[in-house]
């Protein structure tokens, strides 16, 4: 049971696209998590899927089928929406039994499904209230068993955790986990929380402005993103970006950001991942990867800790180059360190970046380097 | 003046507008409960010796039941077919995409803008050819079409304001469209139904130029005309003629004081939203 | 367009059907209908004539019939004075309305029933009240000391338009006032309250909040009411039928007298077209001159 978007674009009437020239697909029985800022088209590859909306070019395929022309009702793919649409006027038990209903299935077969859904979804108490009687996390529950108790070819999932309060996030987040390893059905699954994309999804696909920065495993995307954005957008708190000069050197590649109180040396085989007739490049280290270096020593970064917020186990320390360097714009640098750094605000800062964990981009197109 | 004086100057002025608003009919009530001689004489708030008299002639008499059946049926299939045309339109406008949408909200709300003296005339002539002149439905027909502009603005505003969502939810459990309309649609639009059926009832009920045009005789005309219509040999026979609006205004009156809300929310949602 | 777009298109007319036929066929044919006979010399008391086309004759006709003009004069002095009164009797109501605390369901039911009950019932009603020099209208005034001796108000030309012009009040006065009531009951209260924490006084606030916000409401209101006003049948044909003579015939009263007293179809119809457009270029206007303002919701 595979999803597969070939070609597709989206534009509306109005104008503006939706989604453009999108190649994605989502493997049997994979989770595939489409994350993105609003507006990056996550939630339209979900309609268009559905068949509640119709691509501008290109074509949907489900289970090896061509589904672009078909009407919702023929495509066999379950929708759980982000306000879950539950009929107002039914009860839990009507309302998981619907779409049984109208494929004609008999009273007492749709009985046991509904029976054994609802044992599934922990909700069998509730089948014959009506969801104006629901708590929110009752009601994203039987929005799931509706879209479960048909055994469809392809799950939607559109922000299911978003409505729910931080507390039934977690719990309801490692429930969903669970279900899918347990029905094993293709799921796409929307979400704007970059973390909730990272724990949850077996590939993660991020989304910006209609386009697909990246789609790959989450640690793939940690460790090589593809793009700036994708770098910035994966990983809390996000990623440091400096833009640099390059200089080549007899031993080497020398990289500045005076303004950014950055001075880094790279050995000649990080050099190589550097186009050479480069001038400038953009330099990306996670915080945490961040190294706090004492004053003697060499350091990649020299400056003045702004701001400390301590977390319990660690910190996050954000500093910037003194106030006396040239450079009008002073980027901040963040870093994660253990609280035993014992850093505090006002006192020198100094860090250094280890190689390996540069990450090189281009300041023009931000794809990666390397 | 003080701020607080104002406000009670405020609301003397408005209940005393209120009791000059209720005191016409207060004033039809007792004067078709007194004697016909009496009716002219000097004004008493209370009738002296209430009579049913003109009741009873109303009905005996005059046989004034008939004009109430007719206007119970010819209202009551008006709504009936009002509302079902009406919702089905509504719903295409408000929910499905195709071209021209703006262009026939507009027609709708032309015909609204009609003066109905202006179609009398051909609409005489062709009902008269379609042999439906002096019937229910010579009636229910020109009804139906003048009440649906106002069922069709409504329901399109109340159509607009259903969260598209569960519709979507409909279609993707494998619902067709006609399925999601009688299953999901209709149950959930039972109040914005009751409010325009009930504004078409009252307008079927009322509605008197096509009655007065289009019926002969007392077997199909309605209350308006029949009213109108009262002539007594030598005199205006007011005191039944007081009767008649009373009776006349009975199922309006029950309609209003139990279901004030519902009106005054159609009645508002159809303009203030424009 | 994709397959799905055309299945919509034609749900959609499918859907559609029923009720625009109805209004095709009753009302857009008939009008197109009014509007061929009208161009046509069609006397039903005398049909040896026939039918022919005479192009605009019958307007000709109608501008030189001075009753033609008076109906039309009429018709317009009433709409003006009667539209006026209910949108400042209307909104003084919703102010009164909108400040009382308790009985505003009662309030509601008493204003409710005179817009309820037929139209032919109020012109009865308050024709008995003004009836001959005995109703209860010269009562009252004679009582309280307004008047010397009690009028017949139906029987002068002026006075007659009394009962008329205070019947159409009471009838749709509660409409105006419900409608601006609503209007009024959406402008936040913050609003209000921060004006008065500016240190603007009532009148003020009335004048630069209340009315501006209300101004879609009150332009809305006006144009339903203006367009009511221009077509009175019901109530003129009941309450004077048009009298004494035809001293309060409106335009709508003019027309179907020719039509279906007179049976002159083809000037009746020509009458019939001049009321349309006179309706449907004052809504024109209307809606022009008040801009995007009427569409506007006072939120």
Redesign the interface.
């Known amino acids: 049971m595979t999803v597969r978007l070939e070609g597709v674009a989206k534009i509306f009437p109005d104008g503006t696209a939706a989604l453009s020239d999108l190649d994605l697909d989502a493997g049997e029985e994979e989770l595939l998590v489409l994350v993105g800022p609003s507006g990056s088209g996550k939630s339209t590859v979900l309609r268009l899927v559905?068949?509640?909306d119709?691509p501008t070019r290109g074509r949907i395929h489900i289970d090896g089928r061509d589904v672009t022309?078909l009407?919702?009702?023929a495509?066999d793919?379950?929708?759980v929406?982000?306000?879950y649409?539950?009929?107002?006027?039914k009860t839990v038990a009507e309302n998981i039994a619907?779409?049984l209903r109208?494929?004609g299935i008999t009273t007492e077969e749709i009985g046991t499904k509904v029976e054994h859904v609802a044992r599934l979804l922990d909700i069998a108490d509730l089948v014959h209230r009506k969801p104006a009687q629901l708590s929110g996390g009752q009601r994203q529950r039987v929005a799931l068993a509706?879209a479960v108790v048909?055994e469809p070819k392809a799950f939607l999932l559109d922000e299911p955790l978003s409505n729910l309060d931080p507390a039934m996030r977690q719990h309801t987040r490692r429930e969903l986990a669970h279900l899918h390893r347990q029905l094993g059905v293709t799921t796409l699954y929307v979400t704007h929380d970059q973390e909730e994309a990272m724990t949850l999804g077996d590939r993660v696909a991020v989304l910006r402005n209609g386009r697909l920065e990246q789609a790959a495993p989450p640690m793939e995307l940690y460790h090589r993103p593809a793009t700036r954005f994708v770098a910035s957008f994966i990983g809390s708190p996000p990623m440091n970006f400096f833009e640099c000069r390059l200089t080549r050197t007899s031993d080497g590649t020398e990289l500045h950001a005076p303004g950014a109180g950055l001075h880094v040396s790279l050995g000649p085989s990080t050099s190589r991942e550097i186009d050479a007739a480069r001038s400038s490049v953009i330099v990306g280290i996670r915080p945490y990867d961040v190294e706090h270096v004492t004053a003697g020593e060499p350091a990649a970064f020299r400056g003045v800790v702004e701001l400390v917020e301590p977390r319990g186990n660690d910190m996050v320390v954000s500093a910037r180059p003194a106030a006396h360097e040239a450079s009008p714009d002073r980027p901040t640098l963040v870093a994660v360190l253990p609280a035993e750094a014992g850093i505090t605000e006002g006192e020198a800062f100094a860090a250094r970046f280890p190689s390996d964990r540069l990450h090189f981009f281009d300041p023009a197109s931000g794809a990666r380097l390397g | 003046m003080s701020p607080s004086r104002i406000r009670a100057a405020g609301a003397v002025a408005t209940v005393l507008l209120l009791a000059a608003f209720a005191l016409p009919l207060y004033w039809m009530v007792v004067g078709s409960l007194t004697e016909e001689a009496l009716l002219f004489a000097r004004p008493q708030l209370v009738p002296a010796d209430p009579t049913a008299d003109h009741y009873v002639a109303l009905f005996r008499t005059r046989e004034f039941l008939t004009p109430i059946v007719n206007s119970l049926i010819v209202a009551g299939t008006t709504t009936v077919f009002c509302v079902a045309f009406g919702s089905l339109c509504a719903y295409a406008v408000a929910r499905l995409r195709f071209p021209g949408k703006s262009l026939v909200l507009a027609l709708v709300l032309a015909v609204s803008m009609f003066p109905q003296v202006a179609i009398v005339s051909p609409l005489y002539l062709v009902l008269r050819e379609l042999g439906l002149i002096d019937t229910y439905a010579g009636l229910v027909l020109p009804y139906l079409t003048f009440a649906m502009p106002l069922t069709i603005w409504l329901l399109v505003g109340f159509f607009r304001q259903l969260p598209p969502d569960i519709e979507e939810a409909a279609l993707v459990d494998g619902a067709g469209r006609l399925r999601v309309l009688v299953d999901v649609i209709a149950p959930i639009s039972l109040p914005g139904i009751a409010t325009t059926a009930i504004l078409t009832f009252l307008y079927a009920w009322n509605e008197f130029l096509f009655a007065l045009a289009f019926t002969v005789g007392p077997d199909h005309q309605t209350v308006p005309v029949a009213i109108a219509l009262l002539r007594g040999r030598y005199q205006i026979p007011w005191g039944e003629i007081l009767a008649a609006a009373v009776v006349a205004s009975v199922p309006v009156a029950l309609l209003v004081l139990f279901l004030q809300k519902r009106i005054v929310s159609g009645l508002t949602a159809g303009a203030v939203k424009g | 367009m994709t397959g799905s777009e055309a299945r919509e298109r034609r749900l959609a007319a499918v859907l559609m059907a029923p009720a625009l036929g109805a209004v095709l066929v009753v009302a857009i044919l008939p009008l197109a209908s009014t509007l061929w006979e009208s161009l046509h010399l069609h006397d039903l008391r005398m049909p040896w004539l026939g039918r022919p086309f005479v192009g605009l004759a019958n307007y000709l006709t109608l501008a030189g019939d001075a009753r033609f003009w008076e109906a039309l004069a009429h018709t317009v002095a009433f709409t003006a004075i009667t539209v006026t009164l209910e949108l400042v009797l209307g909104l003084a109501l919703a102010l009164g309305l909108d400040a009382m605390r308790r009985g505003r369901a009662a309030a509601r039911v008493v204003l409710l029933l005179p817009w309820a009950v037929p139209t032919v019932v109020a012109a009865l009603v308050w024709r008995f009240m003004f009836e001959g020099r005995t109703g209860l209208a010269s009562a009252i005034l004679v009582q309280v000391g307004l008047l010397d001796e009690p009028i017949a108000w139906l029987v002068g030309d002026v006075t007659a338009w009394i009962p008329l012009i205070l019947a159409d009040l009471w009838k749709t006065t509660p409409f105006v006032a419900l409608l601006l009531l609503a209007g009024l009951q959406n402008i936040p209260d913050d609003v209000h309250e921060a004006a008065r924490l500016d240190g603007a006084g009532p009148w003020r606030r009335f004048v630069s909040i209340t009315l501006p916000l209300l101004s879609p409401a009150l332009l809305v209101a006006g144009l339903f009411r203006t367009l009511d006003a221009l077509r009175v049948f019901d109530l003129v044909y009941v309450l004077t039928n048009g009298g004494p003579g035809t001293a309060t015939e409106s335009i709508s009263l003019y027309t179907f007298d020719q039509l279906l007293q007179n049976l002159r179809f083809g000037l009746g119809s020509a009458a019939a077209m001049v009321t349309f457009a006179v309706a449907f270029l004052v809504a024109l206007v209307w809606i022009r001159a008040s801009g995007s303002r009427i569409l506007d919701s006072p939120r």
Do not use: K
């Open positions: 559905a068949g509640l119709s022309e009407e919702p009702q495509r793919v379950a929708m929406f982000q306000s649409a539950l009929y107002p006027h619907f779409p109208v494929r509706r048909r």
